[in-house]
């Protein structure tokens, strides 16, 4: 059996997980939001909008979103995130 350099399979799971991410960007109802920055309601912390991360049951996503003070990337609903302001 001959040794196949892990490069070549490093970049198929490269491939594989980019088409999945294209995917789920596709179904995000908002993928104009993606990079966006917004703060927590009116007052909170300001965050950027970094990828959605999956689908709901209900029909919310579930984003990643990154806290700009700390640098700490945390989950959070869509439906937050739409009623939360733009940062200034």
């Given at each position: 059996m001959e040794c196949v350099p892990n490069s070549i399979y490093t970049a198929d799971i490269r491939a594989y997980?980019?088409?999945?991410?294209m995917q789920i960007a596709h179904s995000?109802?908002?993928?104009?939001?993606?990079?966006?920055?917004?703060?927590f309601g009116v007052f909170g912390?300001?965050?950027?909008?970094?990828?959605?991360i999956?689908?709901?049951?209900?029909?919310?996503w579930i984003v990643l979103v990154r806290v700009l003070e700390t640098g700490e990337e945390t989950?959070?609903?869509?439906?937050?995130?739409?009623?939360?302001?733009?940062?200034?």
């Open positions: 997980l980019r088409g999945i991410v995000f109802p908002s993928p104009n939001l993606l990079g966006m920055f917004k703060t912390p300001a965050y950027q909008v970094i990828k959605p999956r689908e709901l049951v209900d029909g919310d989950e959070y609903r869509y439906s937050h995130l739409i009623n939360d302001p733009k940062a200034a």
